[in-house]
């Protein structure tokens, strides 16, 4: 093997493992949708939830594709802010 095709398979490898990780965040991003949503969340932070979901499908990101982190990044935000606003008390108005 030359070093141009060692180069190809160690950056094809890191890809596969930085889409892993961002398909794993996905993952995590829907399951803590369904909570909230059983748990009667306002629509705001659904919003940042298909946001996020919009802004990994899309195919123009801030970063090359091959490089995730900014995937990873806006859902992470995105996990981080539906977590709070499920950590929220329930509006007492409403009930």
Do not use: N, Q
């Amino acid at each position: 093997m030359d070093s141009t095709t060692t180069l190809l398979v160690i950056g094809a490898v890191v890809a596969a493992a930085l889409l892993a990780v961002a398909l794993g965040l996905l993952v995590r991003l829907v399951r803590a949708r369904r909570t909230l949503l059983r748990a009667g969340l306002p629509t705001g932070p659904r919003w940042v939830f298909w946001g996020a979901v919009a802004y990994l499908l899309l195919p123009t990101d801030l970063l090359p594709d091959p490089v995730y982190l900014d995937d990873i990044a806006v859902l992470l935000l995105a996990l981080r802010s539906l977590r709070a606003a499920r950590a929220l008390p329930p509006d007492p108005i409403e009930r």
